[in-house]
């Protein structure tokens, strides 16, 4: 298949496209390094099967060429992205997410946006079944991302409605794991970073909210099944091992030996207290389920960050 991927420079995309080649695909590669980095992608340039381009999804543009596979996982993702971002977050969530879906329909192609738990919003049911609609707050200042998404899922629907297009929606949990920002403010590079540089932990509120932790190679794995599927639905991916915060960075002291304190600061707005997603449906229709332990999975991150620090030195 000729594939093409948005947001490929980002952390979970950059992923998306070794899986893709290393399944014998091609892939064209599309990002403007909002958020990503080239980085993320020098591995794969030269490879054969392979091709970037530069390129803003909520401007207009065109992919010469036949293609056979659309997958639109461009967009801000981390808290501090969106919250920097908010108007290209909804742009791209809107626009960008309309430019792909055009792009499928023009090419005859298959569509796949990736969604996020972010649409149940501080849910009210758990597990997050996909069935469950969410409590999102529309004008709170996650809204840019939560809208964007739904926003995302409603005109992905749409096209599948009215135009019969194959689309699949996946609802993408908390996913870690190498190519993350140390910076960008998620739990996974932030408890890393500070451990790593024996600084404190810091923990929002009391570390009562819960989350759960996918590794990428599981993530993207479920991806590509969906990718194949014919549920048109959303489907949830994550890892429903369910842990709280405070024993998160418990976890991660004790596996880097770090002798950090655990300082503690007031909870952002809207935070959601629990997140964990019933994988039943993608267990049944996808035959997913995530393989890889959190261990193993920090240990491969922690040597990722390890490294990143070694060749800045
Ligand atoms: N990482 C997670 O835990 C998680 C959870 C839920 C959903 N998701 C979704 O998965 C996708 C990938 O997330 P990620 O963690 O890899 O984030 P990321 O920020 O690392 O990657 C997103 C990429 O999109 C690019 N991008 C943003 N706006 C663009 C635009 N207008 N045109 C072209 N490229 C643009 C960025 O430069 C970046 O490379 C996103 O759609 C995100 O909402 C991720």
Redesign the pocket.
Known sequence: MRIVV????????SHFCDRALGEGHTVVA????????QRNLEHLIGRSGFSFTR????EPFNVAGTVDCVVN??????PK?YLEHPI?TL??GSL?TRNMLELALTKKARFLV?????CYGDPMVHPQVETYWGNVNPVGPRSCYDES?RFAEAITMAYHRKHGLRTNIAR?????GPR??LDDG?VVPAFLDQALHSKPMTVFGTGSQTRSFCYVSDLVDGLYRLMQSDERYPVNLGNPREMTILEFAEHIRAMTGAKSEIVYEPLPEDDPKQRRPDISKAKSVLGWEPRVPLEDGLRETVAYFQGLSASAA
Do not use: H
Not at 30 to 37: A, I, K, P, R
Not at 73 to 78: G, I
Not at 114 to 118: I, P, R
């Open positions: 948005s947001g490929a420079a980002g952390f979970i995309g599309l990002d403007n390094f909002l958020t990503g980095s390129q803003d999804i909520t996982m461009a967009s801000p993702a981390s992205d290209e742009d791209v960008g990736t969604s996020t738990s972010e998404k993408i949990f908390n996913t870690y993350m920002k998620r």
